[in-house]
């Protein structure tokens, strides 16, 4: 069960993000991975809660994980003190063209 926060999880700026697989980019195949974990309270993901609920390729799934194990998080907290939190995320990969900036959606 999920507990009710008062400060939800936050990754830090700059934290890692993951990585476009080459041979995807070079096919210029997009695609997007659902993920479900759970940020430890030193702000670190439990590796072992990481569940895929939705990928489009296994190398992204690969690469969301990789970027999981080494995201790093401002820890969720209740009534002062740090929590566990599970974290809904999708990670869209989209090629976007040079002329445009970026976008990342959480």
Do not use: C, H, N
Not at 6 to 13: G, H, K, S
Not at 36 to 46: E, K, L, M, N, P
Not at 85 to 94: L, P, T
Request: no cysteine; hydrophobic share 40%.
């Amino acid at each position: 069960s999920v507990l009710e926060v008062d400060e939800m999880v936050e990754r830090y700026e700059g934290s890692a993000a993951p990585v476009y697989p080459g041979d995807l980019l070079a096919m210029g195949a997009e695609g997007m991975v659902q993920a479900i974990y759970v940020v430890d309270t030193t702000g670190r993901v439990d590796t072992t809660t990481i569940q895929v609920v939705r990928s489009d390729d296994s190398r992204f799934t690969e690469s969301v994980r990789a970027a999981l194990g080494v995201m790093r998080f401002r820890p969720a907290k209740r009534g002062g003190k740090t929590v566990r939190q599970a974290v809904e995320q999708q990670f869209r990969f989209r090629i976007i063209p040079a002329s445009r900036v970026a976008e990342q959606t959480s």
